[in-house]
C-alpha cells in the first residue's frame, strides 16, 4: 500500500488567523439638531410620547405613528428629525444615559468630598445612582435594560458601559485607590457585571429586586478590592 499522500485541491480562500467579531450595526447619519425653540419642544414631546408608549406596549411594539399621535403631530414631523424608529429609540437612550452620568457624578463627587471614598464606597455611589434614575425613568428600564435584543440600543448600551469604565478607572487611579497598573479589562468588566446584574434585578419588576442589587453590590466590591492600594 502505497504511503504517498494525494495533494488535496487548493483553496482559494487560504486560511487567516481568527478575527475579531465585527459590529454589524449599520452607521446612522447625524441626527438633525432643533435650533428654534419650537422646534425642541416638538423634538422633546416626541420623545416623551415615546417613552410613555414604550410603558404601555414594550419596545418591539412601538411604532413611529403611535408616537406621532401621542405627540399630536403628523408622522411627517417625526421624520424631520428622526430617521427611523431606533433612531427615536437611541436618542432617548443619549437622553437617559445623560442624566445617568449626571447622577453618578454627583453622587461620587459628594462622597470624595465628604473624604469618604473607598472601592467600596465608590461601588455604593455609583449603583445608588443607578437605582435613582431607574426609579425615576422607568421607560429606561424598558429600553435600555430589557430592550436589548434590539441591535441599535444594544450597541449603545455596551459603548457607554466603556465609557463608564474608563471615567471611574480614571478616578480610582487619580484618588489613590488603586495603581495605574488597574487594569482597563478588570474595570470594564466590572461595569458589564453590574450591567448584567441590574438587567436580572429589574426582568419582572420596575421597581427592581433589592436582593439581587445587594447580592452583585457585594459581588462588585469583593472583586474591585482586589486591586485596592
Known sequence: ????????????????????????????????????????????ALLDAAESAVLDHGVEALTTREIAQRAGVPVATLYQYFADKE?????????????????VAHDVGAVTEAGRLTIA???????????AVYRRRPAFVEIYLRGRTNLAVHASGRAHNREVAATLRALAVAEGLTGPDLPEQAAVL????????????????????????????????SYLERFAR
Open 190 to 221: 466590572a461595569v458589564e457585571i453590574g450591567d448584567r446584574m441590574f438587567q436580572l434585578a429589574y426582568e419582572h419588576d420596575l421597581a427592581g429586586d433589592p436582593a439581587i442589587i445587594a447580592q452583585g453590590r457585594l459581588m462588585l466590591t
Open 1 to 44: 500500500m502505497s504511503t504517498s499522500r494525494v495533494a488535496a485541491p487548493a483553496d482559494p480562500s487560504p486560511e487567516r488567523p481568527a478575527e475579531r467579531p465585527v459590529d454589524r450595526t449599520p452607521e446612522r447619519a447625524p441626527r438633525r439638531a432643533p435650533v428654534q425653540a419650537r422646534s425642541r419642544r416638538k423634538v422633546e
Open 121 to 131: 464606597s465608590l461601588v455604593d455611589a455609583v449603583l445608588d445612582a443607578f437605582t
Open 87 to 103: 433612531d427615536l429609540l437611541l436618542a432617548l437612550v443619549e437622553r437617559h444615559t445623560a442624566e445617568m452620568d449626571e447622577q
